[in-house]
């Protein structure tokens, strides 16, 4: 039996259809909304649902054999686990942004506002530029345009959130998309199946 944490959600859903052509079906788990764990025999495959930021938490502990996260979750929890395949959905970029017209004072600490802290520490300390991480956990657009912060590292999709709040990409930190992981012990021990499972998921891609 294979054991997946899928992110609940929209991606979720176009994870879970990319598993179902590849052969690991499970009937109901998109019927059922309320409902957690599905098991299909058949399959072999067991699914759970779990916040989109809680996969590499199950992954990384063993709990799931493998699961989907997003390019972000994954850099910003440090989890320990492998990254066995670019599933090219979910695409996006991680990015430092500001208003308009921004202009950085270097005399002073940059002050920035996101929900990815440690990729945020991590950018500029790799840059040698100190700053004061204001964490926040939604609507991080607000933040330079009310004075909380002066930029914000956050994601961009379309960029139509920037755009309508008349702001801009100030540098791009990495792209995103979401990726297949595996938890390091349950990929030695469970090679063959997880092996297969990516075998045929790349087809589907
Ligand atoms: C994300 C992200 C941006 C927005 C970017 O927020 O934090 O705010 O989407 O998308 P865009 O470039 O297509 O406009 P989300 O919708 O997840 O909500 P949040 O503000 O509560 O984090």
Not at 55 to 62: L, P, S
Not at 154 to 167: H, R, S, W, Y
Request: hydrophobic share 40%; aromatic share 8%; net charge neutral.
């Amino acid at each position: 039996m294979l054991n997946v944490a899928l992110p609940k959600g929209r991606l979720g859903e176009k994870v879970y259809r990319m598993l179902e052509r590849a052969g690991y079906g499970c009937e109901d788990l998109l019927k059922d909304t309320r409902k957690l764990v599905f098991t299909d025999e058949t399959s072999g495959v067991s699914y759970f649902w779990v916040k989109p930021s809680d996969v590499t938490v199950y992954v990384e502990h063993g709990v799931a054999d493998i699961g989907v996260a997003g390019k972000d979750i994954i850099e910003e929890s440090g989890a320990d686990v492998y990254e066995l395949l670019d599933l090219n959905i979910g695409r996006c970029r991680m990015c430092v942004a500001s208003v308009n017209g921004f202009r950085e004072d270097i005399a002073r600490p940059l002050r920035v506002a996101t929900k990815f802290p440690r990729v945020a520490e991590r950018y500029f300390s790799a840059r040698n530029r100190d700053i004061e991480v204001i964490k926040l956990y939604g609507s991080i657009e607000l933040a330079p345009i009310l004075g909380l912060s002066d930029v914000i590292v956050d994601i961009v999709e379309t960029g139509t959130t920037l755009k309508e709040n008349n702001m801009g990409v100030i540098s791009e930190i990495f792209p995103i998309s979401a990726r297949l992981i595996a938890n390091k012990a349950r990929y030695k021990f469970k090679r063959q199946e997880i092996a297969a499972c990516v075998q045929r998921l790349s087809k589907e891609l």
